[in-house]
């Protein structure tokens, strides 16, 4: 063999691997499968950093956007990140389509809390549209903002538009001012009987009313008829709200709703099927998984129940040791639906995994995610 033929065999070598490698799993090119909870690495064969985010297909391609996260707690997040993959399974880095700001006093100056980012698409502004729960720099979680930015490409740079609270001074649809409750400004015993009936009844609805209602753990949501909602736990977590969004998707039109409240529910993950809603939450128990919710409904600002845990299979009663965060309606393929968690890791967050998992319909319609340790996007 030649010195040429030996280079270029090694080159070849190195290219299979590298291939190989850029998978979430170690799969075939022909068949790449998706192992929820390993690690996953991008093409360049770095560990994936994009937590808590979501997905879109545009041009030809997945774009999913997540949390930069450090692998050290204290350190500061750097924005939103933003992947690209033709498959859903080998991913490219694009960089971060948000960037945390230098500038001191800033919304998002570094340092900030970025969490939960969507992205959604803008048919009349030909926009790329994020939404994400901001907390401002040294504050905690004590200012439970939303946060706008847009883009006129999937990868970005996206502009920071605004932050703040959702609808001030606006009550929501379901709730009638007069028969509210006027107890926002008294302190009374958490979890008691008496305290569970004031909120239901709407006292911290009442007690934000003036600066708007708080948003934290949140999702969007794009109806068939290119309506856009913004779904957020509210409250101190303690209760939903769905509120629909201009026709430009940058700012609340004003209508909204509570749904559940007082269920204390979080991390909420949408989709539709044959005219009917569904929705995926979580409990609130910090980094600590639980037994996850789902929700359903005729119309987004409608009435919604609850149905029992929709997971089978190994951890089920935990979520697969995850929290929900995302449900992607696959492109070209009918009731094809994944549902996105996230695997938290309170040590290092930048360490936390992924667990993507087919959404399956019972004879009876109703959707349920079960526990698969390998799967391929190509058997949906």
Known sequence: MTSRQ??????LSCSIAAAAFSHPSEATAANPTIRPGEIWKDAAGDTINAHGGGVIFADGKYYWYGEHRASVRPNPQEGVNVYSSPNLTDWTYEGLALKASDQPGHDIERGCIFERPKVIYNKKTGKYVMYFHLE??????????????????????????????????LMPTNLAYD??????????????????????????????????????????????????????????????????????????????IRIFPGGHNEAPAVMKKDGKYWMIASG??????????LMTADSMLGEWKQLPNPCRGENADKTFLGQSNYILKV???????????????PKSLKNSR???????????????????????????
Request: charged share 25%; hydrophobic share 35%.
């Open 6 to 11: 030996i280079i270029r065999t090694f080159l």
């Open 136 to 169: 401002l720099k040294g504050k905690g979680y004590g200012p439970a903002r939303y946060a706008v930015a847009v883009s006129d490409a999937p990868t970005g740079p996206f502009k920071f538009l605004k932050s703040g609270r959702v609808n001030p001074t």
């Open 179 to 256: 028969k509210a409750s006027k107890r926002a400004g008294e302190k009374m015993e958490w979890w008691t009987p008496e305290w569970r009936s004031e909120i239901g009844n709407g006292m911290f609805t009442l007690r934000d009313l003036p600066g708007g209602q708080m948003s934290r753990d949140m999702t969007l949501f794009v109806d068939d008829n290119g309506k856009a909602y913004h779904i957020y736990s509210s409250e101190d977590n303690l209760t939903l709200h769905i509120a629909e969004l201009t026709d430009d998707y940058l700012d609340h039109t004003g209508r909204y």
């Open 284 to 293: 609130c128990t910090g980094w600590a998984p639980n037994e996850a919710r």
């Open 331 to 345: 492109p070209g393929k009918k009731d094809s639906y994944i549902a996105m968690f996230d695997k938290w890791d």
């Open 354 to 380: 992924y667990l993507w998992l087919p959404v399956e319909w019972g004879e009876d319609g109703v959707p349920y995610v079960e526990w698969k340790a390998e799967w391929s996007p190509s058997e949906l």
